[in-house]
């Protein structure tokens, strides 16, 4: 178990339905509310609106965009009595776009940014982690139409801002990692993460330049001189002989050993009558890095990695094999700008590794095309350099690996949606109907509670941030009447003296010692505990305790107004 779902599991904020799927208990709901309210606010601000749509939704418009067969097992799918296909909604897009398609006609009626807070479902194989992946969980998704891709753009720098200024008011470590780069100048697809040990995603950082991406996507610039690592691999496998054999990785001064993944690509016949056809393809990096399947399949369409050449025959099965691609990866010509990609002819090639290749993949003589190209199809490790200095000062600055927790995306969509589903308007002193500029913001507010926790705990429990706190302060008592009558007049002036309503709570359980209600409040995690006890019998004082710091205080009764009016958020 995560510390998240063990910490909200005994401060009695959730309890587990099923597999996956979770009650809120009134203190987490109360964080909840929150959340949602500094997002409210904040996207309140940049003009959006507030609403709600529907969470069964009919499958047609998903037919139109391709999604509710490409999906794939994640999507719950459902019938009504009439047979009629329904879907439980993992996101929004189609529901948003129809619904403005009807509703917005002119170039007057725009720009349009709405959004709701709305339950999500996602069928995962292995829901884990309590509230960090679960098959029912809380989202706020923002959708935005804009006249023109430059619009579209204000748009997107104006939702980035909100979000950043949303993550500042939750008072945890965050990083903003760019996603991918666009074609219309500037990166247009970020992903806002909470820093944490247990994340499932990695970061690389500069510390310098301030260049985040995750590991998945990150671009680092390899320093030219290789880890031992790469240099000693030997593989006795034919494949990196073979590949070496060619002469198409660059000989440099360090005799970098390759080290070789295969894959399939499948390629999709025109002509029903033949078999289809598939590519074997053929990674080559560094001994020391591995390769990002991402990043080749990007670089070349959709690819089934291979772990033996037992799994390349499974993966060719019956089908022609007529094409290879060998792709060489950076890591294996540090320090030298990409080369050409270049086709080899091997038509009468006499090279006995080639032959043997052959066989192993009972590859057909009329083979002859070999497609070699060169760029950046490895993971990043950390210490590679930072792409933006490299690009800008010529240095190679090394990035930091950090671990974190994806608990926000934000996407340009362009025409992706309005195209399909009609979401037209009539361009300006025209007669023309245009498809609208969307963009796509998501935020995950359950993932968020759980990833506030994993930011900020500690042994003794939780440790919320007064921004999203239950309550901000409790006031624990002993079962002294006197005490829990002090308790009642300090409840009044702390109340008053914080300005929030139900800011304060008071612990008056009499079936608990006064030690039992102090370990409670750790656990639960009021940003300040006032305790009310022995000491205050004696002296009258009452003792204050910081959750965050530790700090502690023995004020005199009038001085309590004065020592929380000065800790107004
Ligand atoms: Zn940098």
Redesign the pocket.
Known sequence: MVPSQQLLLRAGMMRQSSSGIYSILPFGQRVLDKIENIIDEELENIGCQKLSLPNLLPSENWKKTGRWESTGQEMFKLKDRKGADFLLAPTHEEEITSLIAKEIQSYRQLPIRVYQVGRKFRDELRARSGLLRGKEFLMKDLYTFDVSEEEALKTYDDVVLAYRRIMKRFGIPYAVAEADTGNIGGTHSHEFHVLSKVGEDSLLS??????TSNEERAIGIIPNIPTKAATKFHCSDIVPKWVESLDIIPRSTFKLRPKVQLGVMKMESQDETKASSCALVAVATAGDRSVNEIKVSKAIGKIEFASSIDDVRTLIANDSLDKITVCIDQSLYPGQSSLRAKDLDMKGLKDPMFEELKSIFSIENSICNLHVIYGDYHNCLPED??????N??GTI?P?KMTRAIEIGHTFMLGTKYSQPLGAMFVLEGTQNLEPMQMGCYGLGITRLLASIVEASHDQKGIIWPESVAPFRAVIVTSEDERCITAAESIYDIVQKALKTKSGVIIDDRLDVTLGFKMKDAELIGYPWMIIIGKGFLRTGNVEVQHRKTGEKWSLERPKILSFFEERQL
């Open positions: 500069c510390a310098s330049c301030g260049y350099g930072c792409p933006h200095c490299f800008n000062k600055e990035m």
